[in-house]
């Protein structure tokens, strides 16, 4: 493909997610306009022992309301951020007639909302004590600030989401980058990151979307504020960046990473195989991997799209056969994500923890002999922002 198709091919993807940002409003209005259609079709009766629904039918375009004017500041001047911003305009994006939005991609900006949740408040803190801590408490476990200047330490974070745990490695002192592909999540990152005005100054309404389960009409419309601390109030000295692009393009120097650290993301792949031999390749000899995630296996049922989903035993065989070493291994660890606390209806997932080791002497997994040199040619690069 020549130059000039990928970028016009970049150009349509980025502009079709401005356009799924732009048109929250109006998707998510028509929706609760849909219900006040049918609730003007039931008898009278009925509608006079619903004339509370009826009023919280109209709170919830209020808090859509609000939730614009959030993404609002999410997408402006959102194409100044990227390289090639110069091949996209996003005043564009919604002039097209048929740049109608996909429900998947509506989906994904209702996720981006509540992902400020999960990464940026309060509220998502057990979340993040239950995901995150464990990662951070066996970083430090294994690099102590006394042995030697964290700052020495690179630490890469793939699926970074949102930001939060690369923010809060990189707090501690180490060096680290975040990489993240979805372009849903970079706008999100890029605006929390960058462009935040301060300690709980916001405020969304992540679960309006979430019209069952909800014990009371106030679970739904609820606002909750963000982000819990300044963003921008990292350690002077503190070395912090996020890369977009596909984790397997981007990466491909070896023995670069002192640690990689994956949360919720090695099953994003449609070959897991492929992220787990990446990951071995960039980390250091004596290096180290902590994971902690399920196997939801994002590409599984997704129309369209190829996909291998092993077992975690069958799993453990591939980073063993690769040539890790498991220093520890936990199943059963009690995790969710975006939950919404108050919903009678509540996902939780056995997730597994590992940290492995990357040996002082790799082996090629491939022939068993010592692997001297790694042919990089299937993982051409793209450009870190």
């Not at 951020?81 to 991609?105: G, R, Y």
């Not at 979430?210 to 909750?224: A, F, I, K």
């Not at 597994?352 to 022939?367: A, D, G």
């Amino acid at each position: 493909m020549d130059s000039s198709q990928d970028e016009k091919e970049e150009r349509e993807h980025f502009l079709r997610i401005v356009r799924a940002f732009k048109h929250y409003k109006f998707h998510s209005l028509d929706r609760i306009a849909r219900t006040e259609r049918f609730l003007a079709k039931l008898p009278h009766k009925h509608r006079g022992l619903l004339a509370r629904y009826s009023e919280h039918l109209s709170t919830l375009k209020t808090c859509v309301e609000n939730n614009d004017k959030i993404i609002k500041k999410i997408v402006k001047d959102v194409s100044t951020i990227f390289e090639n911003s110069h091949l996209v305009d996003s005043k564009t994006a919604t002039s097209s007639p048929t740049a109608q939005p996909s429900p998947a991609d509506m989906e994904k900006v209702q996720a981006t909302l509540k992902q400020f949740v999960r990464d940026w408040s309060d509220e998502g803190k057990l979340e993040r004590q239950a995901c995150y801590q464990p990662i951070i408490d066996e970083l430090e476990k294994y690099y102590p600030e006394s042995i030697r200047s964290r700052q020495e330490h690179r630490v890469l974070v793939p699926g970074a989401g949102l930001g939060r745990l690369a923010y809060e490695i990189a707090s501690r002192g180490f060096m680290c980058q975040g990489n993240e592909f979805s372009l849903f999540m970079l706008f999100g990152s890029n605006f929390i990151l960058n462009r935040c005005e301060g300690p709980n100054t916001l405020q969304v309404h992540p679960w309006v979307h979430q019209s069952v389960n909800c014990l009371s009409s106030s679970d739904q419309t609820r606002g909750v504020r963000f982000p819990d601390v300044n963003p921008s109030c990292l350690p002077p000295h503190a070395q912090f960046s996020m890369a977009a692009g596909d984790f397997l393009e981007i990466y491909t120097e070896n023995d670069y990473w002192d640690c990689v650290a994956t949360c919720f993301f090695i099953d994003c792949a449609n070959n897991i195989v492929a992220f787990i031999e990446t990951i071995y390749k960039i980390i250091k000899p004596g290096g180290i991997w902590i994971n902690l995630g399920p196997l939801l296996y994002h590409f599984a049922d997704m129309l369209g799209e190829e996909s291998i989903e092993p077992s975690y035993e069958l799993v453990k065989e591939v980073i063993l056969g690769i040539g890790f070493i498991i220093e520890k291994e936990e199943t059963g660890v009690k995790t969710t994500y975006a939950q919404n606390p108050h919903s009678m209806l509540k996902y939780e997932y056995d997730s597994v923890f590992l940290v492995c080791r990357k040996p002082e002497q790799s082996y090629s997994y491939s022939n068993g002999t010592q692997d001297e040199e790694v042919d990089d040619s299937d993982y051409e690069g793209s450009t870190v922002v």
